[in-house]
């Protein structure tokens, strides 16, 4: 039989489509494992529910010719944390420190990369990305924090903290069980209306970031902006820009590592957690109204 590694989707193949790519590309074309080496599951994807990354989690204990798992996100993480004796990689957590998953501290199957969601410099650098492309105030800084949940408790004070000086900003949390359209609804309709929107990602506002961008963008004025920490929200879900880690790089780097460990040349709790280049695209609604301008001015001139 042949050794395996686990791919546990968090969101669905299609959000995970250019990971799965960047991991395969690695993993088969550069280290010459074979295309049936690499088992996906659960099928489908979880869709950010607990249950289903805790299925596929056992499922994977289970099989025997399964090696060693990658997936992505830090409740999926913490999930094969509690739940896998196998080794396994997180190609992308939002903080290992803050997520209670060190590896060699906080336990020793398991390793992978820091997307620097909650890094002080990167959410600057994000905050300042927004403020140079035509985010305005006022702002919300929106993600799942209930109960002081880390890393987003720390990622969305950080960034509270560096659009404070540019205007009205308060915090939103959102859980599985709200209602994004009424959130979105109870945005605009405050006092003067919010006009952007900071998202602190996690699997389950990937899978439903559409649906928070139809309705931070519909329903005519107000328009709401929203910003993200991965491209495929915009370049797949309609935000309007994002700032971050580039997370093609975080799945090449796992390969990689779950090679290392399938192996036997390198044990999780001894490899050290690695990070990815940080970038960004798109922009505010708002600029792209200005550069309609120019040509309408130069139509009148003829």
Same mark, same amino acid.
């Given at each position: ?8 989707? +968090? ?8 990971? =799965?790519?960047?991991?395969?590309? @690695? ?11 690499? $088992? #996906? ?26 090696? @060693? !798992? ?17 080794? &396994? ?20 199957? /398991?390793?992978?990369?820091? %997307? ?18 035509? &985010? ?7 993600? %799942? ?24 900003? $308060? ?8 209602? =994004? ?9 405050? +006092?003067?209306?919010? #006009? ?11 899978? %439903? ?18 910003? /993200? ?45 690695? !990070? ?25 001139? #003829?």
């Amino acid at each position: 039989m042949v050794d395996k590694v686990g791919f546990l989707i +968090t969101t669905t193949p299609g959000d995970w489509q250019d990971y =799965i790519d960047a991991f395969t590309n @690695v993993w088969v074309n550069k280290l010459k494992h074979s295309n049936n080496s690499i $088992q #996906k599951g659960p099928s489908g994807g979880a869709h950010g529910n607990d249950k289903d990354i805790r299925d596929a989690a056992r499922a994977f204990e289970a099989d025997s010719d399964v090696k @060693v !798992i990658v997936t992505a996100g830090t409740g999926a993480a913490l999930i094969c944390k509690a739940e896998l004796t196998k080794p &396994f990689v997180y190609a992308s957590v939002g903080d290992p420190a803050l997520g209670h998953l060190l590896p060699g501290v906080d336990g020793t199957n /398991f390793t992978g990369g820091n %997307n620097r969601q909650a890094d002080e410099a990167a959410v600057q650098a994000r905050v300042d990305y927004m403020l140079g492309h035509g &985010f305005q105030a006022p702002f919300v800084v929106l993600g %799942n924090n209930a109960n002081g949940q880390e890393p987003f408790q720390t990622a969305m004070t950080y960034a509270k903290k560096y659009l404070e000086p540019h205007g009205a900003v $308060q915090l939103q949390t959102i859980t599985p069980q709200d209602s =994004i359209p009424t959130i979105i609804s109870r945005l605009k309709g405050q +006092t003067p209306p919010i #006009k952007s929107i900071y998202v602190c990602g996690d699997p389950y506002l990937t899978v %439903n970031s559409k649906l928070l961008n139809d309705e931070a963008h519909a329903h005519g004025t107000p328009y709401i902006d929203t910003m /993200f920490e991965i491209k495929e929200h915009v370049n797949q879900h309609g935000g309007n820009a994002w700032f971050g880690s580039d997370f093609d790089e975080l799945f090449e780097k796992a390969a990689y590592y779950a090679h290392e460990i399938m192996n036997h040349t390198g044990t999780p709790d001894k490899m050290l957690n690695y !990070i990815a280049t940080l970038s960004g695209g798109g922009a505010a609604h708002t600029s792209k109204k200005g550069s309609k301008k120019k040509p309408k001015k130069n139509k009148k001139k #003829k």
